[in-house]
């Protein structure tokens, strides 16, 4: 009997999670709504979910009418403007720079999943690469380094930030996606085959 109340919670549990989140995101969303848009006042019936795909459309009219010449010249003189107004500005510049730097297609943030000793020798882990150190940093360290983080689990939004010798990674043949799901699920979802064979196992290539 245990064994299978086990399995079932095991089917259950994920699908009970999964629905609540996602009736979390539409209830909130359909919260901001303002009184005038809300369904039930101009159409009688109440439609779930609506604010969620308002919000989707003014996210992608946005992304649209920013990605010409015109927009651009309108979202710089809209960033300048915002960047005027005390504390705000503060807030605003350092949240754009860490989405910039997140979600550019040209950044590199997020985009190697590497293996590290952390914390310490001997001891391998996940981490993302997100760039090179700069500023006054560079002028205090020797040789070649990368900027990484390393995700606690279950929860990788919180983390440590380290800067180590580029000699001291090894780069994963697996996407970011896949290794966000190893470090998520605690390496229990392992990701599957790897696309090439490395010439060495970490520990002979450090």
């Known amino acids: 009997m245990k064994k299978y109340l086990i399995t079932g919670l095991l ?11 996602i009736n979390l995101v539409v209830t909130t969303m359909d919260s901001l709504l303002p009184a005038a ?3 039930m006042g101009w159409l009688g019936v109440d439609i779930p979910g609506l604010g969620v795909v308002l919000a989707f459309a003014v996210v992608f009219l946005t992304g649209l009418l920013t990605a010409n010449i015109i927009g651009q010249r309108l979202l710089a003189l ?9 504390f705000f500005k503060s807030i605003y510049v350092s949240v754009k720079q860490v989405s910039d730097t997140l979600f550019s297609s040209s950044g590199q943030a997020f985009r190697k999943a590497l293996l590290v000793q952390y914390p310490r020798q001997g001891s391998w882990t996940i981490a993302f690469q997100t760039g090179t150190p700069g500023g006054d940093v ?5 040789g070649e380094y990368v900027s990484v983080y390393v995700p606690t689990t279950p929860n990788p939004t919180s ?6 010798p580029r000699a001291d990674v ?6 970011v996606d896949e290794a966000l799901k190893y470090v998520i699920s605690m390496g229990v979802a ?3 085959p790897t696309r090439r064979t490395l010439s060495a196992p970490p520990a002979e290539r450090l």
């Open 11 to 21: 089917i259950w549990i994920p699908f009970g999670i999964t629905v609540w989140v």
């Open 37 to 39: 848009l809300e369904p």
């Open 78 to 86: 809209w960033e300048a403007t915002l960047s005027r107004i005390p």
């Open 138 to 142: 560079v002028n205090h360290l020797r």
């Open 159 to 164: 983390g440590f930030f380290l800067m180590m």
């Open 170 to 175: 090894v780069e994963l043949d697996m996407t």
């Open 190 to 192: 392992a990701p599957g």
